[in-house]
T-cell receptor, first 112, second 116 residues
Framework: GESVGLHLPTLSVQEGDNSIINCAYS??????FIWYKQESGKGPQFIID?????DKRQGQRVTVLLNKTVKHLSLQIAATQPGDSAVYFC???????????FGSGTRLQVQP | GAVVSQHPSRVICKSGTSVKIECRSL??????MFWYRQFPKQSLMLMAT?????????EQGVEKDKFLINHASLTLSTLTVTSAHPEDSSFYIC????????????FGDGTRLSIL
């Protein structure tokens, strides 16, 4: 569905801590999920993806968890760094649909 | 990795002007490209899906005569905002994906459009 919002929720963490960003989705048919990072004035940058036949996938310093039962997706960033400060969006789609539906986003602020 | 180039990065023009934005996939062929619009502190809203060699598919509420899309090759899609007005001021972002299912979309760096 649409993503609307007048302001972005913000997660503030200390440098070196782990960060967890959450995302809820509503379409039970969604079977492919992506996390993007968007820095100010730039387009979204691909971080990691996961298919619905998995519940966990790891990348470099990032882990995505998928709970299809409650339609919940999370992005975990280990040892958060100042360069991780950005807005993070989850996006979803399903087989047969080419377009993505974006979540409302979370701003991550990393305090040095 | 995959790179999508968008040009120009910023446009400032007078009301009534038509503005063309280009989106290129640099190292892969994209039969499908997407155009999004993003207002400050909000998420990306899909405007239309651009299909190589055929008409674009517009989302509900997006005027196809206002936002003209052309996808003449496998590496280039253009969005023309016709007779732009101040309310069209926004951040426009394109993306492209390779063929095959479950392929991630890769995004350009966006175009900041400001209509005076």
């Amino acid at each position: 569905g649409e993503s609307v919002g007048l302001h972005l929720p913000t997660l503030s963490v200390q440098e070196g801590d782990n960060s967890i960003i959450n995302c809820a989705y509503s379409n039970s048919a969604s079977d492919y999920f992506i996390w993007y990072k968007q820095e100010s004035g730039k387009g979204p940058q691909f971080i990691i993806d996961i298919r619905s036949n998995m519940d966990k996938r790891q990348g470099q310093r990032v882990t995505v968890l998928l709970n299809k039962t409650v339609k919940h997706l999370s992005l975990q960033i280990a040892a958060t760094q100042p360069g991780d400060s950005a807005v993070y969006f989850c996006a979803e789609t399903y087989t047969g649909r080419r377009a993505l539906t974006f979540g409302s986003g979370t701003r991550l602020q990393v305090q040095p | 990795g995959a790179v999508v180039s968008q040009h120009p990065s910023r446009v400032i023009c007078k009301s009534g002007t038509s503005v063309k934005i280009e989106c290129r996939s640099l190292d892969f062929q994209a039969t499908t490209m997407f155009w999004y619009r993003q207002f400050p502190k909000q998420s990306l809203m899909l405007m239309a899906t651009s299909n190589e060699g055929s008409k674009a598919t517009y989302e509900q509420g997006v005027e196809k005569d206002k936002f003209l899309i052309n996808h003449a090759s496998l590496t280039l899609s253009t969005l023309t905002v016709t007779s732009a007005h101040p309310e069209d001021s926004s951040f426009y972002i394109c993306s492209a994906r390779g063929d095959g299912s479950n392929q991630p979309q890769h995004f350009g760096d966006g175009t900041r459009l400001s209509i005076l």
